[in-house]
Structures are given as structure tokens and as C-alpha cells.
Nanobody, 126 residues
Framework: QVQLVESGGGSVQAGGSLKLSCAASGMTVSKYYMGWFRQAPGKEREGVAGIYYGTGSSYYRDSVKGRFTISQDNAKNTLYLQMNSLKPEDTAMYYC???????????????????WGQGTQVTVSS
């Protein structure tokens, strides 16, 4: 049974950093398309970053490019999201997601991913 467990969220001031982790079990992250999504209150869930180890490809939404970095540790079977220069508008619940299929056209489509974690809250104060 596939399970994704996020951690690392918290409250920081604007300009600060956080590193989110997503520990996977029942699957191998290096063989799946992995993604980070976020959902702020009253807003739709949106794709933040995606990665596929098989092709070395990574994807980011424009608003986080240059500030966020998605990566994975295959030995630990864990996905990460390093978030720097955080802004109040980054405040949201962050989720990791996985699917065996994927690519540049679907990495940010929440309906594409089969497996989801429970989320970790990130709050950025000004």
C-alpha cells in the first residue's frame, strides 16, 4: 500500500526558509513522477514543483522559480522541497503526490496524480 507522509512545515517570517520532506512507502520514488502541490484557504490546489528521476526533469510554477528546489533522495525514498525567500503568499497547506506516469504537460495537474499525502502547513508572516 502506497503511503506518502509530509513533514517540515511550520511558521516563518518573510524571507525565511523551510525544507519539506515527503517520506514514501509502498513505492519507489525514483520510478514515479513526484510533485508538490499547495492549497491556500479559499483557493484551488495548485502545482508548485514536479520531478522525475528517470529523465532528470524538474518543473516549477513561475512564482517559485529561483526560490524553491525540488529534489529526492532515492536511498531514503524521500522527496524534498527546499523553500527559500518565502513570501506571505506562499502560505498554504503543502501536499506531495505521486503517479507512475507523468510529464511536462501534466506535472501540475492535480487530477493526474494517484497518490497523495495528508499535507503539512506552511505559514509565512510579513
Amino acid at each position: 500500500q502506497v503511503q506518502l507522509v509530509e513533514s517540515g512545515g511550520g511558521s516563518v517570517q518573510a524571507g525565511g526558509s523551510l525544507k519539506l520532506s515527503c517520506a514514501a512507502s509502498g513505492m519507489t520514488v525514483s520510478k514515479y513522477y513526484m510533485g508538490w502541490f499547495r492549497q491556500a484557504p479559499g483557493k484551488e490546489r495548485e502545482g508548485v514543483a514536479g520531478i522525475y528521476y528517470g529523465t532528470g526533469s524538474s518543473y516549477y510554477r513561475d512564482s517559485v522559480k529561483g526560490r524553491f528546489t525540488i529534489s529526492q533522495d532515492n536511498a531514503k525514498n524521500t522527496l524534498y522541497l527546499q523553500m527559500n525567500s518565502l513570501k506571505p503568499e506562499d502560505t498554504a497547506m503543502y501536499y506531495c503526490a505521486a503517479n507512475i506516469l507523468g510529464g511536462p504537460l501534466v506535472w501540475n495537474r492535480q487530477d493526474w496524480y494517484r497518490y497523495w499525502g495528508q499535507g503539512t502547513q506552511v505559514t509565512v508572516s510579513s
